[in-house]
C-alpha cells in the first residue's frame, strides 16, 4: 500500500500528455500508449514529485467537490506502481 507521505512521480520512460487525435490525456512510452480515463488523467497529473499522496487526495476532493476519495486514489496509485507507470 502506497504511503500518505510519498510523492509519487511519473517514471522516466513515460511521457503524460493530453491527445488531441485521441481527445484524452495518454501515457506514451517507446512500445505504444495508454489511453488514460478522466480519473487515471486527473491523479497521474498531480503525480509531479512535489505533491504528497495527501496533498493529491486533498486536491481532487477540493476540485471535484467530492469527499472520501482517498481510497480510490490509493487504489489507482498502487496499480500505477505495479505497472511501472510510477517511480
Known amino acids: 500500500m502506497i504511503a500518505a507521505h510519498t510523492k509519487p512521480v511519473v517514471a ?3 511521457r503524460l500528455q493530453f491527445e488531441p487525435a485521441q481527445d ?3 501515457l506514451l512510452y517507446p512500445e505504444g500508449m495508454v489511453k488514460l480515463n478522466t480519473p487515471a488523467a486527473e491523479i497521474l497529473r498531480r503525480c509531479d514529485g512535489r505533491r ?3 496533498e493529491i487526495v486533498a486536491e481532487l476532493e ?3 467537490g467530492q ?6 486514489v490509493c487504489a489507482f ?4 506502481r505495479q505497472r ?4
Open 52 to 54: 504528497s499522496v495527501d
Open 84 to 87: 511501472g507507470w510510477l517511480q
Open 24 to 26: 484524452s490525456w495518454v
Open 62 to 64: 477540493l476540485t471535484f
Open 67 to 72: 469527499a472520501a476519495l482517498r481510497d480510490d
Open 77 to 80: 496509485l498502487n496499480q500505477a
Open 12 to 14: 522516466t520512460m513515460f
